[in-house]
C-alpha cells in the first residue's frame, strides 16, 4: 500500500484516532451498527466507515424541548462497484477507549490515526485521516489508474451541488454536508510533494446521484492523490 505525504504536514496531528467499532457503534433503535468498521471520534457530523465501500455521514436536529423529536439525519456514499472493507494503516495508537451503554460495555477499543479502502478502483485507494482542522480524505491514484474511475455515489440526499466555491455540497431536508473543493497533487520518484497548477473540480452527473471529477494534465508515471 503506498501512503503519500501530506501536503499540509499535519495527518495525524493532535492524535483524534479514527476508533475501531467493537459494537459501541449503535443504531437509532439501540441495536448494533454490524456494519461499521471504523469511526471519526469527536467531529461536528457523525462519519461512519462501513464495509463494502461505504461511507456514512449523519447530522442532528437536536430540540430542546419536550414535543418536538429529535431527528437523525444519514447519507450514504459509495465509493466504486467493488465491495472493499477498509482496513488500518500502522499499528494502533497508544491508549483505548471504553463504553458502557447501560447492560452493554466495549472496553479496550483500539484507535488508528488512517484508515485506507484498498483497491477501490483499480490501482486506486481511498485514504481516511485526521489533519490539524479536522477529518480528510484522500484519493490516491497510483500509476496504471485512472481519474476517470473515480465516482462517488450519494444516497439519502435530496439534491447534490457545486456551490461558488467549488465545494460539493450534499442537502437533506434544511441540513447540508459539504466537501471541500479537492486539491491535487502528484509525488515524484524521490517522495518529493510536486504541486499540479488546477484543482479537481466536481462534477455532477445526470440523475443527482453520481458525482466525478474534472482533471487535467499529470504525469502518469507519479502517483496523483
Known sequence: MYVPPDPYGDAGKGFTPLRSNADQVLQTDGSPLDDCAFHYERTPIGIYLRNKSKVSFTMAAVHHDSITPDTLYRIDMLMGSKDVEPVPVGPALNGVTNYYLGSFSAEGVEGYQRIVYEEAWKNTDVHYYYGSTGPRMAIVIRPGGAPTDVKLSFTGQDSIKVDWEGALKVHLADKWMKLEQAVAYQVNGNGQIVP????????????????GFAYESYNPDWPLI
Open 196 to 211: 499540479v497548477n488546477w484543482t479537481a473540480d466536481y462534477v455532477v452527473e445526470p440523475g443527482n446521484v453520481t458525482v
